[in-house]
T-cell receptor
C-alpha cells in the first residue's frame, strides 16, 4: 500500500539554526499538508499546499516557516531560525484529487537544543 | 471558534469487549469527519470517515456514528484486541478549500489481556 515517507525520523538542531524536514507524499496525490504535535498535545495544522502554492496557513506558520515542492516527488518544510518551542513531531500528509482522507507519514521528531 | 474535543482521555477495556470512543465537535458547518489511530512513534493512521449526510458507517470491526443534532461523533470497535491499544483522534475536515484537519485532543485506549 502506498505511504507517505518522511526523513529524517529524528533531527537534533541548535537553536537559531535552519532545519529542513523532508516528505515524499503518495505519488498520485495533489494536496499536501504539514502538521505538528507538541509532546502530549493534539495534532495542529500548519500549512496546506496545492498547485505549487500555499492554499492556507495557520497562525503558527509565521515568516520563519516555508514550504517547497522542489521536484515531482518531494515536499519540504523549512524553519529558518529554530526556537526552543519549535521542538515537536512534524507530520506530513497528502490526499488525492478526489479523496478527502489525508494520509500521514510517521513524522520527524525535531529537538531544538 | 472551531474546536473538536473528546469526553474521555483514557479508556480501559477487556480484550474481546467492545470499545466506544466519543468526540464532540462545535462547528455545525463541518461536513466530513475522520477517525485516526496513533500508535507510539507513528503518525496518525486513517481508520474510517463519514460525511455529514450519513448517520452511520461501518468498516472492518469499526463503526462510526454521527449525531448532527448534538454534534457528536463516536467510534465503536468490536471485539477489541491488544493491537487496538493506541490513541484515537477524531478530526473535522473544514469546509474551506484547503480541507485542513482540526484534531481533537485524543483518547488513549488500553486493552487489558
Amino acid at each position: 500500500e502506498p505511504e507517505v515517507t518522511q526523513t529524517p525520523s529524528h533531527q537534533v538542531t541548535q537553536m537559531g539554526q535552519e532545519v529542513i524536514l523532508r516528505c515524499v507524499p503518495i505519488s498520485n496525490h495533489l494536496y499536501f499538508y504539514w502538521y505538528r504535535q507538541i509532546l502530549g498535545q493534539k495534532v495542529e495544522f500548519l500549512v496546506s499546499f496545492y498547485n505549487n502554492e500555499i492554499s492556507e496557513k495557520s497562525e503558527i506558520f509565521d515568516d520563519q516557516f516555508s514550504v517547497e515542492r522542489p521536484d515531482g516527488s518531494n515536499f519540504t518544510l523549512k524553519i529558518r531560525s529554530t526556537k526552543l518551542e519549535d521542538s515537536a513531531m512534524y507530520f506530513c500528509a497528502s490526499r488525492s484529487q478526489g479523496g478527502e482522507a489525508q494520509h500521514f507519514g510517521d513524522g520527524t521528531r525535531l529537538s531544538i537544543l | 471558534g472551531e474546536s473538536v474535543g473528546l469526553h474521555l482521555p483514557t479508556l480501559s477495556v477487556q480484550e474481546g469487549d467492545n470499545s466506544i470512543i466519543n468526540c464532540a465537535y462545535s462547528n455545525s458547518a463541518s461536513d466530513y469527519f475522520i477517525w485516526y489511530k496513533q500508535e507510539s512513534g507513528k503518525g496518525p493512521q486513517f481508520i474510517i470517515d463519514i460525511r455529514s449526510n450519513m448517520d452511520k458507517r461501518q468498516g472492518q470491526r469499526v463503526t462510526v456514528l454521527l449525531n448532527k443534532t448534538v454534534k457528536h461523533l463516536s467510534l465503536q470497535i468490536a471485539a477489541t484486541q491488544p493491537g487496538d491499544s493506541a490513541v484515537y483522534f477524531c478530526a473535522e475536515n473544514g469546509v474551506d478549500s484547503s480541507y485542513k484537519l482540526i484534531f481533537g485532543s485524543g483518547t488513549r485506549l488500553l486493552v487489558r489481556p
